[in-house]
């Protein structure tokens, strides 16, 4: 008998001043670790993300926050692919030079990595980012001219054949110098992440494809005591190279034929039959084929985790990922397995793989009790 893949979901929500994946692409080294215990592992662009640092990781997919949550809901499915054609939206407000580093960047990436890049689209408007700090302490945005973003994705699809979409957005350079000095320094929230968020989501939410944004910034003064957690963010001109990467082999979203919405999906009756062994596991894969999802502790708020909680999912809270929230598994009545560190959530994992449970490596294992019955 072939044992069904064994398949884990990793979150750590953006602009939410999460202790490892509230930086440059920190969270790396989690997935990294994570993809080695199980079949497949689904993750978002906050998590693989790295400026012009990535690591190929064949067994996991970069999936966008707002598909993510429609995949958990059960409403979407992903379908691997071997390579997706990418193209790339550029913000009008985006200075000519600093457009010219982003295009050498995009170029670097079609002549060294092999990727499939369209010609790239000029937005007919400043998409005009401004940025906001939270009460909270979490990060969030507004485009002031999201019409302008759509109409270049539109242009992409339908013109170019583009399969994916990465967006390069001009963000102000005049960040709170506090807020900016916190997070170069390890100890704040990414003041980009929030409205960064606000962009691939309007494209997902719209057009049904894979999207990613990277933003355009001045190069910031040389620091020396910048944390080595947001240090990836201070090399050269532009964070586009990762968003390529994970963009070039992101699945599509699929669909089921009963759903009635303005995306241009393929159904899943398109696909081949999903048997539930390794070789046809890129067929494609639903929410309720997810057995674990890894998330802080004090972020399961979300959409996704709500829509997890549902289904025969193990959740998995990490206390030692402190984030600006407060919403823990127990405020919301959601069952969570509750451990200290990623180390330790690996560990659970691989039990969970194994069919054991947890409680049985612990030195004490209490006796059954009797259940009694309600007449």
Not at 201 to 213: K, S, Y
Not at 214 to 230: E, F, G, N
Request: aromatic content about 6%; overall charge negative.
């Amino acid at each position: 008998m072939i044992n069904r893949p064994y398949t884990v979901v990793l979150i750590v929500p953006t602009g939410i001043g999460a202790a490892i994946g509230g930086y440059a692409g920190d969270a790396l080294p989690v997935a990294r670790a994570m993809s080695q215990v199980c079949d497949c592992l689904i993750t978002h662009p906050n998590v693989l993300n790295g400026a012009q640092l990535y690591w190929n990781l064949p067994n996991t997919l970069y999936v966008e926050g707002y598909g993510l949550d429609r995949f958990a809901q059960g409403h979407w499915g992903l379908q691997s692919v071997h390579q997706n054609r990418v193209g790339l939206i550029l913000d009008q407000g985006i200075e000519p030079e600093l457009r010219l580093r982003h295009l050498q960047a995009a170029d670097a990436a079609r002549a060294t990595l092999g990727l499939d890049l369209t010609d790239y689209i000029l937005t007919d408007a400043p998409l005009d980012l401004e940025l906001r700090i939270a009460s909270s302490g979490t990060s969030w945005g507004t485009i002031g001219n999201p019409d302008s973003l759509l109409r270049a994705a539109e242009t992409l699809i339908k013109q170019a054949k583009a399969q994916a979409i990465a967006i390069v957005a001009r963000f102000p350079d005049d960040i709170d110098s506090l807020t900016l000095n916190n997070y170069r320094q390890g100890q704040g929230v990414d003041p980009l992440a929030g409205a960064e968020a606000v962009i691939s989501h309007l494209i997902v939410r719209q057009f049904g494809i894979p999207a990613a944004h990277a933003p355009a910034l001045m190069p910031l003064p040389l620091d020396a005591t910048i944390s080595p957690r947001s240090a990836a963010e201070e090399l050269g001109y532009t964070f586009l190279p990762c968003v390529l990467v994970g963009l070039s082999r992101a699945p599509q979203f699929v669909r089921r034929e009963s759903e009635a919405e303005n995306v241009n999906f393929c159904s899943e009756e398109k696909l081949p039959n999903i048997r539930e062994d390794l070789r046809l596991f890129s067929a494609g894969i639903w929410g309720n084929q997810v057995d674990a999802v890894v998330i802080p502790d004090t972020a399961c708020g979300g959409s996704a985790i709500l829509s997890f909680s549902q289904k025969n999912t193990r959740i998995i809270t990490v206390r030692d990922n402190k984030t600006q929230l407060k919403v823990t598994p127990e405020s919301l009545g959601i069952q969570a397995i509750k451990v200290n560190s990623y180390l330790e959530a690996l560990g659970v994992l691989v039990a969970h793989r194994a069919g054991i449970s947890a409680n049985a490596l612990c030195p004490t294992l209490s006796s059954l009790n009797c259940l009694s019955k309600n007449l």
